[in-house]
């Protein structure tokens, strides 16, 4: 079994915010985990035909979103095959325990794989294993699962889990249903034509894929360990575990639930015991928040901030990075989390603007990649893609770059490298000592990571020290290499165009061009800027670490830890006790 302490404390010391070299940019030598992958082809938006079958996304939003209805049909069917009426799991990991979380995982190609090396090593003696939203792109057909789920994963020995996200619904939940619920596929409704809304829809909508049953069986041979079988009770489900409840919720496609998961999530929550929401979209996102409808009234966020249902973090797939939000709501702090890195193409940071939705402040929000890797990475592969040299940005320029943007300090020294497969350049010593924006938050008091109990003031008065001068305060600080590349009229222009400034009188192109061609665009060399959570709970205290994969060997080898979370867990008293 892994020393996972250890390996924190060796992956804090290389991270992207201690180097380029541990943001992947340094990348002598490419990872094992292209020898895990079953071919060379790679999965990519830019195909019309992957697009054409994505459409029930369009046809959602412009016409309705069937999934509560389908999903009070799939809930119908498990409850004739018996499924337990309140969706729980069982699971007796022992007092002191762990489990693996991974979302947005199903591309199948090496964005996907440059995870699994990184996984398996940090998550040895995990007792199980939840993928977070889209387990199968492009739209979850029960037929894609073999090289997407099960090769990926064969060689992690316990359990995995999921809920599903918006593309495992593009095929009607019918792939989803039948790996992790083993379901029959629902009898196909026949419906007479309308010009209703709902009529259009069906007239156009994505029809579910027959599941090639041999193929299938095939596939799941790669995880036919007895360690490795499971069977949940729906794509909503709670995990029942010592001193935690994990309670995981099926958003569909728009990002809402049925008014029955809705009964059911109020009904689950009112154990006193702690809680942790895993979601298939994000509560906070991109400094927005979205507090998932339930159907008939409230929202998800309302249970999560109720103080009587005692949850301490929210966790939710979708976007393919992550972010964190630390919330304070009354006396305590929730941590709202996005963890969609686990292996579709990577969605931008450098386009999140300064923090402030919900009260946080933007030296508490933390994320991963951090905003000037993604200017920089985005800005070489536009320029390398379309042939526009001038658009390039180097890594430190891009630091730089967002900092003038965001009004902070730079999350990672100037001058660790220079953005190629050379050796970084290391850190000046003797500088002032800038102290990351999350990591560093009561770097001195908790050997780096951040306690949620802090409330994220330790991070602004670490900040403050910093920009004084003072450089004993935080035990997380690194030095500032000099000098500071000067921001140049073309560094600003390339910036507008890939979204990360504003362009004059806020025209926007720059937001513009990105959204719509950062979501056709994919990769398959490093750094991937991929990601996995391991979540552990030991004598009473919870830790999320955020663990970082570039597709780069060291990182395989020593995953960078890129953020850390300690939460104590105290059940609520019964009710009407003191």
């Known amino acids: 079994m892994v020393d996972v302490d250890r390996a924190a404390e060796r992956g804090r010391r290389a991270s992207s915010r201690v180097s380029e070299e541990g943001a992947g940019w340094s990348c002598q030598e490419v990872g094992t985990f292209q020898e895990l992958r079953p071919d060379?082809?790679?999965?990519?938006?830019?195909?019309?035909?992957?697009?054409?079958?994505?459409?029930n996304e369009v046809l959602a939003q412009l016409f309705g979103d069937p999934s509560n209805e389908v999903r009070r049909r799939w809930m119908a069917s498990r409850a004739g095959q018996g499924a337990d009426p309140d969706r729980r799991i069982a699971i007796d990991p022992g007092p002191d325990y762990s489990f693996l979380l991974l979302g947005d995982t199903g591309e199948g190609d090496a964005s996907q794989y440059a995870v699994v090396p990184?996984?398996?090593?940090?998550?040895?003696?995990?007792?199980?294993?939840?993928?977070?939203?889209?387990?199968?792109?492009?739209t979850?057909?029960?037929?894609?699962?073999?090289?997407k789920f099960f090769r990926a994963y064969k060689d992690y020995p316990g359990p995995i889990y999921a809920i599903p996200g918006n593309h495992d619904w593009y095929d009607g939940l019918g792939g989803f249903m039948r790996v992790f619920c083993d379901a029959p596929a629902l009898q196909a409704e026949r419906r007479g034509f309308s010009f209703s809304p709902s009529g259009l829809r069906g007239l156009l909508w994505k029809r579910p894929q027959a599941i090639d049953e041999p193929r299938l069986a095939e596939a799941r041979r790669r995880r036919s360990l007895p360690g490795q079988r499971a069977t949940q009770p729906g794509p909503y489900w709670v995990i029942d575990l010592p001193g935690l409840l994990l309670v995981g919720i099926d958003t569909g496609i728009r990002g809402t639930?049925?008014?029955?998961?809705?009964?059911?999530?109020?009904?689950?929550?009112a154990d006193p015991r702690p809680k942790v929401l895993i979601t298939g979209k994000p509560i906070y996102d991109r400094n927005d928040h979205h507090p998932c409808p339930i159907e008939g009234g409230g929202t998800v966020d309302e249970i999560v901030r109720d103080p009587a249902f005692n949850y301490v973090a929210a966790i939710g797939g979708d976007t393919h990075n992550y972010q964190r939000y630390p919330v304070r709501v009354g006396d305590r702090v929730i941590q709202y989390i996005v963890a969609g890195g686990g292996g579709a193409f990577m969605h931008a940071t450098h386009t999140i603007p300064r923090v402030d939705v919900g009260g946080v402040h933007e030296d508490d929000f933390k994320c991963y990649p951090l905003r000037g890797d993604s200017l920089s990475f985005y800005s070489k592969l536009y320029s390398e893609r379309y042939g526009m040299r001038w658009l390039y940005l180097t890594p430190d320029e891009g630091l730089v770059l967002m900092s003038d943007q965001i009004g902070n300090l730079p999350p990672r020294p100037v001058g660790t490298g220079d953005g190629t497969a050379?050796?970084?350049?290391?850190?000046?010593?003797?500088?002032s000592t800038v102290v990351d924006a999350g990591m560093a938050s009561g770097a001195g008091m908790t050997g780096g990571a951040v306690t949620a109990?802090?409330?994220?003031?330790?991070?602004?008065?670490?900040?403050?020290?910093?920009?004084?001068?003072?450089?004993?305060?935080?035990?997380?600080?690194?030095?500032?290499?000099?000098p500071v590349p000067p921001i140049t009229a073309r560094m600003k222009w390339a910036a507008r165009l890939l979204g990360g400034r504003s362009m004059p009188f806020r025209l926007p192109v720059g937001r513009t061009f990105h959204r719509w061609f950062s979501e056709l665009s994919d990769w398959d060399t490093p750094p991937f800027f991929k990601s996995?959570?391991?979540?552990?709970?030991?004598?009473?205290?919870?830790?999320?670490?955020?663990?970082?994969?570039?597709?780069c060997r060291p990182q395989e080898i020593q995953p960078p830890l890129e953020d850390e979370i300690t939460i104590p867990l105290t059940p609520l008293p019964p009710a009407g006790g003191a």
């Not at 979850?140 to 090289?147: A, L, M, P, W």
């Open 257 to 269: 639930i049925d008014r029955d998961q809705g009964a059911w999530l109020r009904r689950v929550s």
């Open 532 to 551: 996995f959570l391991h979540v552990s709970v030991e004598a009473g205290v919870l830790k999320i670490r955020c663990f970082a994969a570039t597709g």
């Open 422 to 431: 050379g050796d970084p350049v290391p850190p000046a010593t003797g500088a």
């Open 453 to 482: 109990a802090d409330g994220g003031t330790a991070g602004r008065a670490a900040d403050a020290a910093s920009t004084a001068g003072g450089a004993g305060g935080a035990g997380g600080g690194v030095g500032v290499a000099e």
């Open 118 to 138: 990184g996984m398996l090593n940090v998550g040895a003696g995990t007792s199980f294993a939840v993928i977070a939203s889209d387990v199968i792109y492009p």
């Open 40 to 55: 060379t082809r790679s999965f990519s938006w830019l195909k019309i035909a992957t697009l054409i079958r994505s459409r």
């Open 140 to 147: 979850g057909s029960g037929n894609e699962y073999d090289d």
